[in-house]
Every structure is written in C-alpha cells, then in structure tokens.
Nanobody
Framework: QVQLVESGGGLVQPGGSLRLSCVASGSIFRFYAMGWYRQAPGKQRELVATITSSGITNYADSVKDRSTISRDNAKNTMYLQMSSLKPEDTAVYFC??????????????WGQGTQVTVSA
C-alpha cells in the first residue's frame, strides 16, 4: 500500500509564496513520475506540475514562470515551491505518484490534498 501525505498549505496573501511537500511511503520498489494537481471549487482537477524520477519537469502554463517542482528520491519526497501567488491559485492541491511494487505491479496513488487559499 502506497501512502502520500501532503503538507504546507494554508492561507497566503496575494503575491506571497509557499512550499508544499508530499511524502510517499509504502512497500514500493521504485517511484516513477510524481506530480501536483489542484482542484478549485466547482472546477475539474487540473495538472500543476509533474516530475519524472530523473528530474524532467513539466508545468501548467498558468504556474510555469513562478513555480518549481522538485523531488528528493532518497527521502521519497516531492516539493512544489510557488511564488507570486494569485487568488486564482486557491484550490486543494493533491500529490500523485506512480510506482512499481516489489511484486511488479504498478500503482497510481493520490494524497488526501492540502488546501491553499490566496486571499488578503
């Protein structure tokens, strides 16, 4: 069983910054691509950023110039640093991880989400 636990959300003023963390645990042979997604009220979940096990990154256009996704494979931890936050960044942010178990089967797991609210 893979577990993902996000942290770092909260209330931030417009123009501020924050760093989200996602810690992965479980009996896993290897973690592959990991990513951050977000869902605002009344909207569909959308991609924020992804990162492969080798560090190749991909960003949504809406956050590309003010966000950095990174991971520490030794700690099975992924981060999302966001700056110049806008009210439209308000959403629940979810961590996602794709992995392979020791049995060889693949998993695709979501965290429980962390709320980010950007407001004055």
């Amino acid at each position: 069983q893979v577990q993902l636990v996000e942290s770092g959300g909260g209330l931030v003023q417009p123009g501020g910054s924050l760093r989200l963390s996602c810690v992965a645990s479980g009996s896993i042979f290897r973690f592959y691509a990991m990513g951050w997604y977000r869902q605002a009220p009344g909207k569909q979940r959308e991609l924020v950023a992804t990162i492969t096990s080798s560090g190749i990154t991909n960003y949504a256009d809406s956050v590309k110039d003010r966000s950095t996704i990174s991971r520490d494979n030794a700690k099975n931890t992924m981060y999302l640093q966001m700056s110049s936050l806008k009210p439209e960044d308000t959403a629940v942010y979810f961590c996602n991880a794709q992995a392979r178990r020791f049995t060889g089967s693949k998993t695709d797991t979501w965290g429980q989400g962390t709320q980010v609210t950007v407001s004055a």
